[in-house]
């Protein structure tokens, strides 16, 4: 169905589990004495187990697949598969001095929008099909794959682009991306997304251009809103916000 390998592992991990409806099954199997006591003891036990691991397969979807990645390298179909590079992109469109953008999600489709209205060149290398296809619709130049591989981000044009914006949330898959493109493009502006403090702190140690973190943004705008509404004069307020940043900055 083309969809990215990544999908795939996270999906059959996903039925892996037999739902809490087949309590009812076995009850009833036992009831019509269709099944013997001890096997519905046994399908019990079962269902009950993959039901208290589900959770702990789905903590392992990303390490298994990173493994699973790495670990293909022998393999040019299954790493084909693993990749899950859609070729049937138009890969040959020639990109140059462009943003590329990793992540259309909830801060990476804001960044396309306002880059779409300014009219400046831009590809959007993304795993999520459904995002994908829509952007395809509209014209969008996105690549299908995992940024990560240097495949996908070779056919970005990361060579000639000018910026690279990180908005996933994966952080050890930006680290990975991140010490990549220093080391194939070290001349490309690196902006990245950070999830968490302990992210913002790691990302920042990486050397990039800019790590922003989203919820301290959001934090900072409440901050100015609030000292506005209180009659703070301007530059109170931006001293304010300023000495907010350097404590952040600060750790």
């Known amino acids: 169905m083309g969809y990215h390998g990544k999908t795939a592992v996270a999906t059959s991990f996903g039925l892996s589990q037999v739902g809490e409806f087949a309590f009812v099954l076995f009850s009833q199997a036992q009831i019509l004495k269709i099944i013997s006591p001890e096997n519905v003891s046994v399908g019990f036990a079962v269902v009950l187990l993959t039901l208290l691991t589900t959770p702990l397969l789905f903590k392992s979807v990303v390490p298994f697949w990173r493994w699973l990645r790495d670990s293909s390298a022998g393999s040019p179909s299954l790493s084909k598969f693993l990749q899950g590079w859609d070729k049937r992109l138009n890969t040959q469109e020639f990109f140059e001095n462009h943003i590329i953008i990793c992540g259309y999600g909830r801060v990476g489709k804001w960044v396309g929008r306002a880059l779409v209205e300014t009219g400046i060149p831009f590809v959007v290398v993304e795993y999520n099909q459904s995002i994908v296809n829509d952007l395809r619709k509209i014209g969008v130049s996105v690549i299908y794959g995992d940024p990560t591989?240097?495949?996908?981000?070779?056919?970005?044009?990361?060579?000639s682009a000018r910026v690279l914006i990180l908005a996933i949330s994966d952080r050890e898959a930006t680290e990975s991306l991140i010490a990549h493109v220093q080391t194939v493009a070290p001349s490309v502006k690196i902006i990245t997304r950070a999830h968490f403090d302990e992210d913002f702190d790691k990302l920042r140690a990486l050397r990039v251009?800019?790590?922003?973190?989203?919820?301290?943004?959001?934090?900072?705008?409440?901050?100015?809103?609030?000292?506005?509404?209180?009659?703070?004069p301007k530059e109170e307020i931006a001293d304010r916000i300023k000495s907010l940043r350097l404590s952040k900055a600060a750790g």
């Open 149 to 159: 591989q240097p495949e996908v981000i070779q056919a970005a044009g990361i060579g």
């Open 209 to 232: 251009d800019k790590v922003i973190q989203p919820e301290f943004e959001a934090a900072l705008e409440i901050i100015r809103t609030i000292l506005k509404s209180m009659g703070k």
